[in-house]
Every structure is written in C-alpha cells, then in structure tokens.
C-alpha cells in the first residue's frame, strides 16, 4: 500500500466511515463519490480505480468491493514503514562495523 494524496484520502475516509468493511457496488462508490464531493463521473470513477489499484478498496466479487476499514489499512501501513525503516537501520549499522 502506498500513502495517499490529499484527495484521495478526504474520499477513502469518507468511504471507509461509511462503508468500512462492507460489501458494496463499485457504482455506488463511484455515484457516491459524484453527490459528495462534486467531481465529474470520470473523475470519481478514476479514484475509485486508484484506490482499488492501491488496496484501499478490495473487490469481492464480479460486482462487489470492500472499503477496507481505517484500522485495517493504517495499521498495514505503519507496519510495513516501521519494518522498512528498522531494516534500513540494520543494514547501516552493518556497513559501519
């Protein structure tokens, strides 16, 4: 999972208090990121896209996704930055001795 932009957060949020964990159509996401936030179609419909190619949004069937809730996705990514960070630590300390 990558950090998200400004935007692209604002929406998650907004989608995971709503939906979190839930089952849901990818067009309702995308009519409800429309009504919401006053983008254009296209616009919602490509950050639905975004946000599903980053893991944020799971599919779960043929017409079904799932907005992953906020715990899930902040906790995988803190995660991976600790690890990453505790990995680069090590490998320093290494080239050093």
């Known amino acids: 999972m990558r950090w998200l932009k400004k935007r692209e957060f604002v929406i998650y949020a907004h989608l ?3 939906h979190g964990g839930t089952a ?6 995308v009519y409800e990121v429309k009504k919401t936030f006053g983008t254009t179609i296209r ?3 490509n950050i639905v896209k975004r946000l ?3 893991g944020y949004i ?4 043929a017409n079904n996704v799932r907005v992953r809730t906020l715990d899930d996705s902040l906790t995988e990514l803190v995660t991976s930055y600790v690890s990453k ?3 680069r630590r090590k490998v320093n300390l290494a080239n050093r001795s």
């Open 16 to 18: 995971a208090l709503r």
């Open 24 to 29: 849901v159509s990818a067009t309702d996401l």
């Open 43 to 45: 616009t919602a419909k």
């Open 52 to 54: 599903m190619r980053a």
């Open 58 to 61: 799971v599919k779960v069937d």
């Open 85 to 87: 960070r505790r990995g």
